[in-house]
């Protein structure tokens, strides 16, 4: 069996850094990559957690630069696509940059670079605004009492 050469976008994040520390267990299935914008943990990120991405294996990017994309991509089977802007607290400018022009270069990197396979998971930020208006807020404020609250779907409109 062949390894499987996988990149891990945002993998300093809470759950890429996860992803990628399962994966490494199976050094004879997948040979692990990492992308991110900063070499350290999110703030998110649990202090006891080590993280050791191989310098080899590691390429500093934010996904703004496409061309610096493709080439981290080059010879990559699969792209597990986690890099985004999660919380949305630095603005809408930050979104912008990690979520939705970060994703596209992500998704266009892959078929320039001849990936053939991306997983990918979206970012709370698609339902965000949700948590301000009742009764959601209330679950925001850790004030839950148990009793069921109507779900955000997708066909739900978008809340600012």
């Known amino acids: 069996m062949t390894t499987k050469k996988v990149m891990i976008t945002g993998v300093y994040g809470l759950i890429a850094g996860a992803i990628y520390n399962h994966l490494v267990q199976y050094p004879q299935k997948y040979d692990v990559y990492g992308l991110a914008r900063r070499r350290r943990d999110s703030d998110r990120v649990a202090p006891e957690r080590t993280l050791n991405v191989p310098d080899d294996k590691f390429f500093l990017s934010d996904l703004s630069n496409l061309e610096e994309v493709v080439r981290a991509f080059s010879g990559i089977d699969a ?32 078929r ?48 600012r």
């Open 112 to 159: 320039q670079a001849g990936v053939k396979r991306i997983i990918f998971a979206s970012s709370i930020q698609v339902s965000s605004g949700y948590g301000r208006e009742e009764p959601y807020s209330r679950v925001s404020r850790g004030e839950y009492d148990g009793e069921p609250q109507p779900i955000v779907t997708h066909t739900m409109p978008t809340r």
């Open 79 to 110: 792209v597990v696509h986690m890099a985004a802007d999660a919380s949305g607290q630095a603005g809408f400018q930050s979104v912008l940059k990690s979520n939705l022009i970060g994703g596209y270069h992500a998704f266009e990197a892959c």
